[in-house]
T-cell receptor, first 116, second 111 residues
Framework: DSGVTQTPKHLITATGQRVTLRCSPR?????VYWYQQSLDQGLQFLIQ???????AKGNILERFSAQQFPDLHSELNLSSLELGDSALYFC???????????????FGPGTRLLVL | EDQVTQSPEALRLQEGESSSLNCSYT??????LFWYRQDPGKGPEFLFT???AGEEKEKERLKATLTKKESFLHITAPKPEDSATYLC????????????FGKGTKLSVKP
């Protein structure tokens, strides 16, 4: 158990809908990362938050957005869903010391999204 | 552009048959190279972090090594429970901490 929690575990929805995925980082970790894992693309970085502020963006679609709340949990919002958005979505957290020293990311169990 | 290539894509071993997995990388200034293990439908589980060429780390039957261009994950006398996908990732100096992952090596160990 990494200490990172994600809900829900599974999500089935229809095209055009909007869903919210939730992540609680490990106790003491300030940085949260979101990744998407599909069969053909592997793990792809989406977005990073540090202590409530966006730090970096990867290959995140404009239909996707995220935020990190004062209690440090994070939500990933996916809207206007398409069939191709079906994937595993992982959240990871790290201590992320100020100054950007090397940091290990611990991953949650993921949310499996199926868009029908 | 930072890039990670893992080989082979899949590896089948007999129990006790030692082997190595390869991770080749190109990155503009390596901050860290990470190895993870992932079981089907689960999140990646952290194994090792390597920071500089020549560094080695061990954990049970696994040993990770790092050169300036690649990393190896050596598996000594594997057991069926070592079956999983092993992921390699790099963190470059140009990033804010996000990881660039390879596509992984799927290891199967038969009894």
């Amino acid at each position: 158990d990494s200490g990172v929690t994600q809900t829900p575990k599974h999500l089935i929805t229809a095209t055009g809908q909007r869903v919210t995925l939730r992540c609680s980082p490990r106790s003491g970790d300030l940085s949260v990362y979101w990744y998407q894992q599909s069969l053909d693309q592997g793990l792809q970085f989406l977005i990073q938050y540090y202590n409530g502020e966006e730090r970096a963006k990867g290959n995140i679609l404009e239909r996707f957005s995220a935020q990190q709340f004062p209690d440090l949990h994070s939500e990933l919002n996916l809207s206007s869903l398409e069939l191709g958005d079906s994937a595993l979505y992982f959240c990871a957290s790290s201590v992320a010391m100020v100054g950007g020293s090397q940091e290990t990311q611990y991953f949650g169990p993921g949310t499996r999204l199926l868009v029908l | 552009e930072d890039q990670v290539t893992q080989s082979p894509e899949a590896l089948r071993l007999q129990e006790g048959e030692s082997s190595s997995l390869n991770c080749s990388y190109t990155v503009s200034g390596l901050r860290g190279l990470f190895w993870y293990r992932q079981d089907p439908g689960k999140g990646p589980e952290f194994l090792f972090t390597l920071y500089s060429a020549g560094e080695e780390k061990e954990k049970e039957r696994l040993k990770a090594t790092l050169t300036k261009k690649e990393s190896f994950l050596h598996i000594t006398a594997p057991k069926p429970e070592d079956s999983a996908t092993y992921l390699c990732a790099v963190q470059g100096r140009g990033s804010q901490g996000n990881l660039i992952f390879g596509k992984g090596t799927k290891l199967s160990v038969k009894p």
